[in-house]
């Protein structure tokens, strides 16, 4: 089942602004993720945030979590060409005997130089 | 230090025939995960696997796939008797351990995108 959703869908910026993705979730979270997709390749890590915590940063990376509205935002600060990617939330469910991590659909990034 | 390798990275399939994903996760990790995605979707869960055991299959086609990760070689994704509906990229990830931590998130594999014909 889908727990992550992110909107916008799609989003296009020019290069310098910031780019800002939401995700929301269905049920009761441990720890909330961000990966990144380029076009055909697989997914890289780029953040945790646990459930406990309200607000990460990681380089030009910016997450919060607010758990009482179940959702997550990702904050990229002074966008490149190269951040142009999709972006997934994922959330841990428990399910089928285990824990695993349930992506949403993303949200396609580009920026324009 | 290699990542998760899976090949082939393309695999044309006509319908009916048999399709054989491999996937060797990155050297000691013992968890692996396999997802399908669809053009402009996210990723959907299919199974877990550890070391010969299938933790979880909750996420796979009751008919025609199945998953295997042996002692020794790569995990195995098999579809039988594809059909056009079975086109799709799927994803191999592994981890160190069954639940992804900020130390130990899931690496990802590039791929494998089947097109069935």
């Known amino acids: 089942s889908q727990q992550g959703e992110e909107d916008p869908q799609a989003l296009s910026i020019q290069e310098g602004e910031n780019a800002t993705m939401n995700c929301s979730y269905k049920t009761s979270i441990n720890n909330l993720q961000w990966y990144r997709q380029n076009s055909g390749r697989g997914l890289v890590h780029l953040i945790l945030?646990?459930?406990?915590?309200r607000e990460k940063h990681s380089g030009r990376l910016r997450v919060t979590l607010d758990t009482s509205k179940k959702s997550s935002s990702l904050l990229i600060t002074a966008s490149r060409a190269a951040d142009t990617a999709s972006y997934f939330c994922a959330t841990d469910s428990r399910g089928g005997g285990s824990e695993k991590l349930v992506f949403g659909k993303g949200t396609k990034l580009t920026v324009n130089p | 230090n290699a990542g998760v390798m899976q090949n082939p990275r393309h695999l044309v399939r006509r319908r009916g025939q048999e399709a054989r994903l491999r996937c060797s996760p990155v050297k000691g990790h013992s968890h692996v995960y396999w997802y399908r995605q669809l053009p402009e979707e996210g990723l959907k869960f299919m199974v877990y696997l550890q070391k010969e055991n299938i933790i979880d299959e909750s996420g796979m086609p009751k008919e025609r796939f199945s998953a295997e990760f042996p002692k020794e070689g790569p995990s195995i994704l098999r579809i039988q008797q594809v059909v056009r509906g079975d086109s799709a990229a799927y994803f191999c990830a592994s981890s160190p351990q069954g639940v992804p931590t900020s130390l130990s998130p899931l690496h990802f594999g590039n791929g494998t995108r089947l097109t069935v014909t």
């Open positions: 945030i646990r459930s406990n915590e």
